[in-house]
């Protein structure tokens, strides 16, 4: 009897645990009041794939304000911070890197090697006791629910926080360090003579968007804290744990262009009126469409199966490079959902296909021939599970 009830409880603690799982936690707060403006799961411990950089620059941004780095410091790359997964900016051990470029990469490329540079960096070049510091540093901020376990955000099973934690921590960077604030605005900067741009979509398409960050591990679901201001009225935006990154948009953009709708009808803001704004059903209410080159439209749901495959190569790190790359130019227009990289063996030679996966067939086949188009190699077919490698965060 007693462990029919135990495999009951335990039963139904998995059964919630997988429901928390697939739920969304969002919170937008006012900017100069700090009052809550909207919350939904706010409390929810989430990974926060690259969100984690945010205290990697807080605390660096502290240490240009007190001397102890310039941003033109140059800083040595650990064997350690060259071997971060991607995504990254490529940084070879024993090179150096300056901390204005690191700053830059960590934000628009969201550079796993760059964001492990800095910290190692501020703290005798151990990423431990980094994290260790990153903790402390929230908790000095009142973030109560988050704990930090390196500096670039890759997945780590006790590397948690909350929507809550993370707007506070939006909000300090925005006040605490208003002079560094703008870098969250920029699309590009240029390294090595390349030009390296971003994926923060909002920057181009939300009116006034400027900042801060995007995150995606797989398990962390595509994440974002962003800031937008309007007639002189800011407020800073999160919303965690979505399944693709135009629903993370379209939330995070729906939850503030009611904000600002709300303010323009009424003088005072009625915070039950807006949560009812924003939590009307999609049935009810009007959802204006992103403007993209691909854009898309269906009456029904397409069957999300299919998959193109965009080349063979030598190494892990060349197939999910070019992946990126293939998706910051079109894979988010046409609701693509993950990087693939599939390994091969052909004899003694081993070789990476890239795929970006969780396409329906039309998508599948203007992606393909848009890529033809520039003399890309791509082929369009249903998908089939092989080996999965983890993903970096971005």
């Not at 605490?176 to 090595?192: A, D, M, R, V």
Request: proline share 2%.
């Amino acid at each position: 009897m007693k462990k029919v009830i135990c495999f009951l409880f335990s039963a139904l603690l998995f059964s919630k645990m997988s429901l928390a799982a697939n739920t969304i936690s969002s919170i937008m707060i006012d900017a100069k009041s700090g009052d809550v403006l909207y919350q939904q799961n706010a409390d929810q411990k989430r990974y926060p794939a690259s969100l984690t950089k945010l205290m990697t620059l807080y605390i660096t941004f502290n240490a240009l304000e007190n001397g102890n780095l310039k941003m033109d410091d140059q800083l040595k790359v650990s064997h350690i911070a060259a071997g971060r997964s991607p995504s990254k900016l490529g940084l070879n051990a024993g090179e150096t890197i300056d901390v204005k470029t690191c700053i830059l990469a960590s934000i628009i490329k969201s550079a796993n090697d760059c964001a492990t540079v800095l910290g190692e960096a501020l703290s005798g070049g151990n990423e431990r006791e980094f994290a260790l510091m990153m903790t402390k540093t929230a908790q000095k901020l009142g973030m109560k629910n988050t704990t930090f376990k390196n500096a670039s955000g890759l997945h780590h099973s006790e590397q948690k926080t909350t929507a809550r934690d993370m707007a506070i921590l939006g909000l300090a960077i925005y006040h605490h360090f208003p002079k560094y604030y703008p870098l969250f605005s920029l699309t590009e900067f240029e390294y090595k003579g390349q030009k390296i741009e971003g994926h923060n979509n909002l920057l181009k398409t939300f009116d006034g968007a400027d900042g801060l960050k995007t995150g995606y591990t797989l398990n962390a679901g595509f994440n974002i804290v962003t800031s937008a201001e309007r007639d002189g009225h800011r407020i800073i935006a999160v919303t965690m744990g979505h399944k693709k990154v135009d629903d993370r948009d379209d939330k995070v953009a729906m939850m503030m262009d009611k904000f600002f709708a709300h303010l323009q009808e009424n003088k005072k803001i009625d915070i039950q009126k807006l949560k009812v704004a924003i939590e009307t059903p999609k049935g009810g209410q009007k959802k204006q469409a992103t403007q993209y080159a691909y854009h898309i439209q269906t009456k029904e749901k397409p069957k999300t199966d299919w998959a193109i495959k965009i080349g063979a190569f030598s190494s892990y790190d060349k197939a999910l490079s070019h992946a990126k790359n293939v998706q910051s130019q079109f894979a988010s227009k046409l609701m693509a959902q993950n990087i693939r990289i599939d390994k091969l063996n052909s004899g003694e030679k081993t070789l990476y296909r890239a795929q970006i996966i969780g396409l329906n067939q039309s998508d599948a086949g203007k992606l393909c021939s848009a890529l033809k188009n520039k003399k890309q190699d791509c082929a369009a077919v249903l998908f089939k599970a092989d080996t999965m490698f983890a993903e970096g965060s971005n």
